[in-house]
């Protein structure tokens, strides 16, 4: 089995088990305030970690390529609020053009 | 009346950014197979694209379950406010512990009566389950009839997609805080230690942001 089928394998089985579980302990638990602080916290630290690493990495190099300009395009239509459709495939086009071009 | 609207307008917006996660998933090298399989069997946009995005960047398999899996952690905390409320048991429980994602939880709660909070759950969980596979598959065979992901723009698609995801979360001072020392981090980590361990590694700032109040 590939590296490709144990994270499909593996992150499916585990995002079940934590939906699973959530629909059957009692509510009491887990519901501590700083649980639930650092639980909706997690996904920023995570998205913008991700965010950096798929823009200006390559494997464990740093690198400055078309995909900035992409990421910036997604930025800024954000900013000007477009929907989440419209800033991917900004953010697509912006990248494969300075990806053609320069 | 007004909840069937909402969980339809959500199921078929939402279920449409599943083009853009079957697209990245195939750009990432992985088949269409996996890319429907992840959109099945996981079902939780953030952390499917966290998988990709994490072998993406060369991470390995165990790294990308982990960081898809610390993301996946709010639809635990959703099915402990939804479980009183929807009164599962047996089967029931199982079909509702796999469509509690933002989407159905947010639809649920923004209505003003049991029935409908119910109703807005269950619509909503299978609109977007529905949708967004029938998406993930078309983006995923689209992706496939393309060449170089570069030439499409796809490899900026992922960390576009994931800054949309990351934007709405983005509303105070703390957390905007919090995204600046995680770009810090991961950033100044990348060269040092291997591909994927950058990305998990900000788990730690989240938990010592939101120790204190």
Not at chain 2, 73 to 95: D, E, M, Q, S, W
Not at chain 2, 189 to 195: E, I, K, M
Request: proline share 4%.
């Amino acid at each position: 089995m590939n590296a490709f089928w144990i994270a499909v394998i593996g992150s499916s089985a585990l995002a079940f088990i934590t939906k699973f579980l959530g629909a059957s302990v009692p509510e009491s638990f887990l519901s501590h305030p700083r649980i639930l602080r650092i639980n909706s916290l997690i996904p920023i630290a995570l998205l913008t970690a991700l965010i950096a690493v798929n823009t200006f990495a390559v494997k464990t190099k740093l690198v400055l390529d078309h995909r900035a300009l992409g990421i910036a395009a997604a930025l800024a239509l954000l900013i000007a609020k477009a929907p989440f459709p419209v800033v991917v495939v900004g953010a697509a086009v912006t990248s494969a053009l300075a990806y053609r071009y320069f | 009346m007004s909840v069937k609207r909402d969980s339809f307008s959500v199921s078929i917006t939402v279920g449409a950014y599943g083009s853009a996660f079957g697209a990245a998933a195939v750009a990432a090298h992985f088949s269409v197979l996996q890319a429907c399989l992840l959109s099945l069997l996981l079902f939780s946009g953030a952390s499917q694209f966290a998988v990709v995005g994490v072998i993406a960047a060369g991470g390995s398999p165990l790294n990308a379950i982990a960081t898809s899996t610390l993301l996946g952690t709010r639809n635990g905390l959703y099915g402990l406010r939804l479980a009183p409320l929807l009164k599962l048991r047996g089967f029931r429980r199982v079909v509702a512990a796999q469509i509690t994602i933002d989407e159905s939880t947010g639809v649920a709660l923004a209505q003003d009566n049991e029935n409908d909070m119910r109703k807005g759950f269950w619509y909503t969980g299978f609109g977007v389950f529905i949708f967004w596979n029938l998406f993930t598959l078309a983006g995923a065979l689209g992706a496939q009839a393309i060449g170089d992901p570069s030439a499409w723009g796809l490899d900026a698609a992922v960390p576009a997609a994931f800054l949309g995801l990351l934007w709405p979360r983005l509303s105070n001072r703390k957390s905007w805080v919090l995204a600046g020392f995680a770009i810090l981090l991961a950033l100044t980590l990348t060269p040092f230690v291997p591909a994927g361990i950058p990305i998990i590694s900000c788990t730690l700032l989240a938990i010592i942001i939101g120790w204190r109040e």
